[in-house]
């Protein structure tokens, strides 16, 4: 099975970044990491991969950097890179990000795409399903469990509100991972050293067939409102009762 | 107990910026090692010590090791399967032989994954830490017969090694042992006898432990002139390689002690039944040599510890110090309690240990390059002069970095408040863990008196004035770049330190020496550490220029030295004076009248 991983390098959350002052994008670090979200998938498609010995092709748009957070990736057991880095494509907005990252899985071929639910810096949660519909495949989401039906399709338990639902499709189909579908495996000091000479393509926009059309600017950036103080409940022996209406406002009940 | 964060960029730093490790990783030897590869090294290290290792410090502190009536040894659950886990990463290998199944990386890369793993688990370490000493004794002393059967595990972590080297009469005085070692026909030796102190000395954590032991052939000569070293496995191996009959060397009891409770520290006795088999390493009569040979290894490891638990210490300090309040801040709003962290004796507390901190990693990573350049150097000169830097760098990273690890973790209490003393935020446990340091491994009485009597005399006292000439190099960069108070401050320690040298050099009754080893031990590590916050600064003050998204780390690594600077070098005057005091004072009274 081909299996083709969405996976970004971020900026260290652990470390302090800066926004640039005029585009108030962040200042790309040379050293990025792996988004720890997409561990998941990486391990989940390692899995699939050894189970059918198949591939594992990682696939990601972002400045390459150092390359570290792909090497990361890699190191725990994926077989090559592909990666765009595009000045063009800076500050993209999720549908070209998704043409980009369409565009690189179709020039590599594919039986699986597997991506995070959303990632950790950008947070929209909306691209798989866009790459899905670009390549024209399902969209299995929300999985918290991930495995092979016996006529070679995938089988998902799609995680939801009151419990989950079981969800199969033939392949080629993408299929996005939540947090905790699998344990991520920690790669090893062979594995590290392997990953320092798997190939990793860096392609451009051409190669993929995308002309960014992002029209999206970021104005103006307004620091956290400083956190207001709580509200304090006197219990008048009714007290449960507005607790409750509370919770219920809040819609955590 | 607060998470562990790796300290990764600290780390990075003073491998790019103080010790060199581009020159190191360009030597022949390190052809498979580049920068950006031993960073992520690094990271993957520190993401599996934040996340296996350090969640079992505490479980294993409170439930500690097991003595059974059997001998057996029994670690908690948690303890035994991330050494099982830390084992098939492949992280016990790193610094070790290709050829054995090492990754062969530089001592100073490996130091910074052994930083780690200590901080994350002090007690943990210690296995790794011995087993390490074990693999260098048998790589330059071992048979190539012997090498074979037993390095790779070794390396791999499948197997641990231990030092059996204290017996109850003979501890600093390791010349006093008794232990017996009978040569037999088939070449092995039964070796009778009992040790103290032996840790990691029985345990479940691994299929065969491999105990490196000294004792006494039959009329070898008194002192360290008669000690030969011995291979005596737990498990006898096989010719294949499997592991084979029960050898007979039995653990009769562990130590209850103030900390490292997840270190079995060991009563071992040999030759109760058949008598234990042995194999000699290298000749008899050889194995104080082989002991010098792990002995900077080792020493450095255990400075480690003393780093590691004030890093551990300031990083739950630091958090706890954010989120109590107590009282109001000068200038704070009337309506609300500050942060302690915004008391200025807090912070000052705070800014105490994380100067220190940086400090000493710096000395110490220092010194394992040193040890790179000792064995990987690529000719005599730069090989003697790597080795003669590790040997005067060893007592300051085990005595000076030991003495800071009690200090400091002593203040990560104190900023606690009473909840320090509480066992469950943690803190007390890592300042009981540290107590151990200033002891194993050579007392830091002992640290001293090496650093006096062998290390400062070395090639005629050249190599500590070529080290005090580094010093002053820095005398004219620092002005140029107007870091005007480390400037000051640093020619100041130096100038000090100079005097008590000299004082030491010139005086006749050795017992002079002596009684000044302590003060001045301290003083020159205080100074040495006033030295590589004062590169730090250098190199971060350049970076700042250039600074891409990092200038805030880069301006509080500066801020950092002149703190360093200003509080701390400054200790150093207030030590001439002990420095420079002949012995009279402590002899002057006699024994009983000690007593009052």
Partial sequence: MRIAVCVKQIPDPATPYELDPDSHYVVRPNDQVLDDTDRYGVEVALQLAEATEGSVTLVSMSPSGNLQGIRQALAMGADKAVIVDDESLRGS????????????????????????????????????????????????????????????????????AAGYDVVQSAVPVLVTVTSGVVEPRYPTFKGIMQAKSKPVDTLGCGDVGVSPTTTQTIQAVEPVPAREAGEIVEDDGEGYAKIVAMLEQVKVI | MTDYRPPLRD?????????GLDDIAALPDFEHVDRDLSFTVLDEAGRFMADRIAPTNQVGDAEGAIHHDDGRVTLPKEIRSAYQEYVAAGWNAVKAPMEYGGHGFPTSVGIGVMEMLTTANMAFSLCPMLTASAILALQHHGTEEQKAIY????????????MDLTEPQAGSDVGALTTKAEPQDDGTYRITGTKIFITWGEHDVADNIIHLVLARTPGAPPGTKGISLFIVPKYLVNADGSIGERNDVNCVSIEHKIGIHASPTCVLSYGDNAGAVGYLVGAENQGMRAMFTMMNDARLHVGLEGLGVAERSYQQALEYAQERRQGRAIGAPKTESSPIIDHPDVRRMLMTMKANIEAMRAL???????????????????????????????????????????????????????????????????WRDSRIAPIYEGTNGIQAIDLVLRKLPMDGGKVVASYFDEIDALDGPLGAA??????????????????????????????????????????????????YMAKAALAAHSALGSANGDAGFYAAK???????????????????????????????????????
């Fill in chain 2, 558 to 596: 500066v801020t950092t030295a002149q703190f360093y600077a200003e509080q701390i070098l400054p200790q150093a005057d207030g030590l001439l004076a002990a420095s420079t005091a002949p012995s009279d004072s402590l002899f002057a009274i006699e024994p009983e009248a000690l007593r009052g």
């Fill in chain 1, 93 to 160: 907005d999720s549908l070209t990000t998704a043409k980009v990252l369409a565009g690189a899985i179709q020039r590599e071929g594919f039986d699986l795409v597997i991506a995070g639910t959303e990632s950790t810096d950008g947070y929209t949660g909306v691209v798989p399903q866009q790459v899905a519909e670009l390549l024209d495949v399902p969209s299995l989401s929300f999985a918290k469990k991930v495995e092979l039906a016996e006529d070679g399709a995938v089988r998902i338990e799609r995680q939801t």
């Fill in chain 2, 364 to 430: 110490m990573y220092d010194n394992a390059a040193a040890l790179d350049w000792a064995e990987h150097g690529v000719d005599d000169e730069q090989r003697q002069r790597g080795a003669a830097r590790a040997a005067l760098l060893t007592p300051l990273a085990k005595g000076w970095g030991t003495d800071l690890g009690v200090e400091l973790t002593s203040i990560g209490i104190q900023i606690h408040g009473g909840m320090g003393y509480v066992e469950e935020t943690g803190s007390a446990q890592i």
């Fill in chain 2, 482 to 531: 107007g870091l005007d108070s480390i400037r000051e401050r640093l020619a100041a320690g130096l100038a000090v330190l100079r005097k008590a040298t000299d004082w030491i050099g010139s005086r006749d009754d050795v017992n002079d020496a002596l009684a000044a080893a302590t003060p001045y031990a301290r003083m020159f590590g205080i100074v040495a550490g006033g030295y």
């Fill in chain 2, 11 to 19: 780390i990075k730093f003073v491998l790019e910026h103080v010790v």
């Fill in chain 2, 151 to 162: 390095l790779e595990k070794l390396i791999s972590g499948e197997w641990t090694g231990t």
